[in-house]
Each structure stands twice: as C-alpha cells, then as structure tokens.
C-alpha cells in the first residue's frame, strides 16, 4: 500500500463542497467528479507530528461532559482524523459519493492514554467493504504512533446504501444487546449540533439547524454519533482502565432538542451502556467497553 503525505489541512468548507458535487445531476459525471466504480483505495493516508491545541480541547471537554485530565479522551483523536475521513472519502479513487453515508458504527482501542501535549502520527486506509443487507459497509481505519509505538486507533464502519445488498460476514459485535435502563437524563439543547460541529469539523448539515436537515429527509436536525459516543465515555470516565475499547452501534438518530436517557450494567470486567429516547424507549446507540 503506498502512502500519501497530509502536509496541510484541507479546509472544510472546500471538503464539504468535494462530497457534494457528485450528487449534482450532470456535474456529477464529470471527470475530476465523478467517483470510480469497483475496489477501496490501494492508498492510506498519513498525517504526521500531530498536536492538540489545548483551548479546543477544553471545549470539546465542556461539550462531551469530560473532567479535565492530563490525557486526551479516548475519543478525541477521533477530531484529528476527521479531516482525514473526508479527504478520502471525498477523492475520485473512492467508490461511493459521501453524500447520504450512515456512521452505523465505531471500534476505539486506546492502548494507552495520550498525554495532551504529546505530539502522534495517524494513518488512515479504506480496509474492506463488507456486505450489509441494506447496501454495503465500507470500513476505515485510523492508527495513532507515538514513534513506531501504537497507541490507539479506531475502526469507523460506515453504510453505504444500495442495490447491492446482503447477509453480513459475521455476526456484529453488538447484535442482540439492549441499551440498559438506568436513571441518567440527558437534556440535549438545539444547538447541540452546532456547538460540537464547530468544535470537532463535522458540519454536516443534517447537525446545524431543522430546515437544513430536512433537505436530507430528516423532520429535525440530529446530534452527532461521535457526541453521543463521546458523551457515553464521559460519564463513566472514572471507570475506565488505562487500556480500554470502546465500541458503540448506532441505532437510531437523536433529534435535536430532546431528552435520553443514559444506563449502564456491569458485566464482569465489562459495562454495556445505551442511550434510548426518553419517550418511547426506542434505542439511539448501544455500546461496551472492555478492558485489553
């Protein structure tokens, strides 16, 4: 696999207008636009001598619910590769349009905790496709080095829907867990999706406000997964090992403003956690973590 360099950070509104542009009736077919059909990238991504700037960091800390530590969350570099994520999901090499893409789920391992001033390197590649039987899952992974050291690193498994569709490989991870009921309400405000977009990159329109949402069949705008995910961990922050993974399935969107509810059950070495609506039970994202 070759290797391309990420000497600068690309901006974000130019990545933005990238995922758009196939979408649009004959711009899409264009060459330089339009995507190729058939396998993943034979190329990752690297992006070396990355740095935490500690003011963002504080406020992704506010935001998620975090207590200030002298390491960086579980699931904060997960900010850095964001911009990452889209850089290849956005190339021509890549063989979907980005547009319409489903985070379904996210595998985090922290082999041990980043300090916040502690500088890393993160590789990205495109690892499988796998089918699914509403379209296909493409599967990201993003490792952290500190030196020739892993550190962390993390799977995003994300849907593409389509025709071609079928059974799943292997059971998931996650299949057949219920989130824990429990007696933790979260009141998520309206601006949620617009507070944590600017904080970690991800401007997706379907987080900012209801009428943009609704452009994407969505009667709301809806919180980020990684939030939810990120908001999970904090609230069991002092429970968490050194060396930990994490792993969430995400079931149904959070419209924004509502209230969740947030449970935990201890199994063994392991907690299982869940958010699910407070109005109806009905589950926005089930999870686990467990020791290494």
Known sequence: MTTRIMSHEPSGLGLALKAALPAVPVIGNLPGVRHKQGDLPTWELLRSDVSTDLAALEQYNEVCGFVRAETLPATYPHIAAHVMHMKLMTDTDFPFTPL????????????????????????????????????????????????????????????????????????????????????????????????????????????????????????????????????????????????????????????????VVFGTDVQGAEIVFGVQSKRDGIPHMVGRVSPK
């Not at 985070?103 to 796998?130: F, K, M």
């Not at 059971?171 to 600017?198: E, F, Q, S």
């Open 100 to 259: 319409g893409a489903v985070h379904l789920r996210n595998r985090i391992t922290q082999h041990r905790p980043i300090g916040r001033e502690e500088r890393y390197d993160l590789r990205l590649a495109a690892t499988a496709i796998t089918p699914h039987p509403k379209g296909e899952l493409v599967h990201l992974t993003t490792e952290a080095h500190v030196g020739k050291e892993l550190v962390w690193d993390e799977t995003m498994s994300v849907l593409f829907r389509g025709k071609k569709r079928g059974d799943e490989p292997e059971t998931p991870a996650l299949a057949g867990i219920k989130p824990p009921a429990g007696p933790v309400h979260w009141n998520l405000a309206t601006d949620l999706g617009r507070r944590y977009g600017k904080i970690s990159g991800d401007q997706n329109p379907i987080h900012l406000y209801p009428v943009t949402a609704r452009a994407f069949g969505f009667p709301r705008h809806i919180a980020h997964g990684m939030w939810t995910k990120a908001k999970a961990l904090s609230s069991v922050q002092n429970r968490l090992p050194d060396s930990f993974t994490v792993e969430v399935e995400f079931k149904r969107p959070i419209l924004l403003p509502s209230t």
